[in-house]
């Protein structure tokens, strides 16, 4: 039955299993709900394997800044280790609630779409980096795209 999987962890342990037989692994370090589908079950049962020593670190992620409301309540909230995140130096949403509960609560992050999908390159093709980017450490655009935090909007 189509999405039945929506209201139990069978998908989640098949998956695991899965995975694990896959990698040839006792034990994976990052295990994240994507799109915070079946959240809500998901994370208790990421948990469990955690104790259990099958899952090393739990999180959450989404890449659509329409979810970040409900992503920062995991950040702020869950039992969770890492969140997953998309940010770059043009989507800077997660600087509002999601950076600042995942320090509070000692959270790792993880970013997603830092060049936005490529596109960023494609706008600096065939330009050279500010002067300032050698001072910096930045010998690419890729560098410079991915080296945040980007300065405070006016």
């Known amino acids: 039955m189509i999405g039945s999987y929506l209201t139990d962890n069978s998908y989640g342990h098949r998956s695991l299993d899965q995975s694990m037989e896959r990698l040839r692994?006792?034990?994976?370090?990052?295990?994240?709900?994507?799109?915070?589908?079946?959240?809500?079950i998901m994370v208790?049962?990421?948990?469990e394997m955690k104790a259990q020593g099958r899952?090393?670190?739990?999180?959450?992620?989404?890449?659509?800044?329409?979810?970040?409301?409900?992503l920062a309540?995991?950040?702020?909230?869950?039992?969770?280790?890492?969140v997953q995140v998309h940010y770059?130096?043009?989507?800077?949403?997660?600087?509002?609630?999601?950076f600042p509960a995942a320090q509070k609560r000692g959270l790792g992050v993880m970013l997603n779409m830092p060049l936005e999908k490529a596109r960023l390159l494609k706008i600096v093709e065939g330009?050279?980096?500010?002067?300032?980017?050698?001072?910096?450490?930045?010998?690419t655009w890729a560098q410079y795209?991915?080296?945040?935090?980007?300065?405070t909007r006016p």
């Open 55 to 70: 899952i090393r670190h739990v999180g959450v992620t989404h890449h659509d800044p329409l979810y970040f409301e409900p």
């Open 145 to 151: 795209f991915s080296s945040g935090p980007f300065p």
């Open 127 to 139: 330009r050279p980096l500010p002067d300032f980017a050698a001072d910096i450490g930045v010998a």
């Open 88 to 98: 770059s130096i043009r989507t800077r949403d997660a600087e509002r609630r999601i």
């Open 25 to 40: 692994r006792r034990q994976l370090d990052v295990v994240q709900v994507h799109s915070l589908t079946n959240v809500e």
């Open 44 to 47: 208790p049962f990421l948990n």
């Open 73 to 82: 309540w995991w950040a702020e909230n869950g039992p969770i280790d890492f």
